[in-house]
């Protein structure tokens, strides 16, 4: 309803300042008409951001881990959200926040997206410090995603243990 009431204003502001310019064809008439189509071409524009800044406001975004070793899918991160989001990085973090492993990604767009998580990195994050008796080890995983042209991060605070099938053992992420 406000674009719709903006936008009218400023049809109408045009529409004085072409009949002001045709009526009085003079210097200041016309000056009078372009300051009110940039008036209104500013009108415009502060409607789209101001509803950009209420899209960004109402933005929710929740992330969980899925998935269980030896799937064929191997693990990944779920990402839900409210807007369309572009994932473009992964970070693999110690417990304290420390980033050991990074990884670009291309192309990860939706309201709903799949992160693959990456087995060699989540050793490595591991194997900076860890329960020895269990091997346990807690993590971060902090995903950089862009919304309506912003950058956002989501952290998740995650666990990796040791599950063992059989005689081979395997790397669970849980969070």
Known sequence: MD?????????????????????????DARRFAEAQERLAQIE?????????YRRLVGFTATARINGRPPSARGQFILISANEEVEVFQLDYLTDNGVCVAS?????????????????????QVQSKKYDPHTGAADIGLRVLLH??????????????????????YYRNVVG
């Open 3 to 27: 674009v719709f009431i903006n936008g009218l204003f400023g049809v109408v502001g045009v529409i004085i300042g072409w009949l002001l310019q045709y009526l009085f064809p003079g210097r």
């Open 147 to 168: 919304v309506l042209g912003q950058q956002r991060e989501l952290t998740i605070p995650a666990r990796v243990e040791n599950l063992q099938i059989g005689n081979t």
């Open 44 to 52: 415009q524009e502060r409607s789209e951001w101001e509803q950009r």
């Open 103 to 123: 990884e670009p990604l291309n192309s990860l767009r939706g309201c709903e997206v799949e992160v693959p998580l990456a087995r060699a990195a989540v050793e």
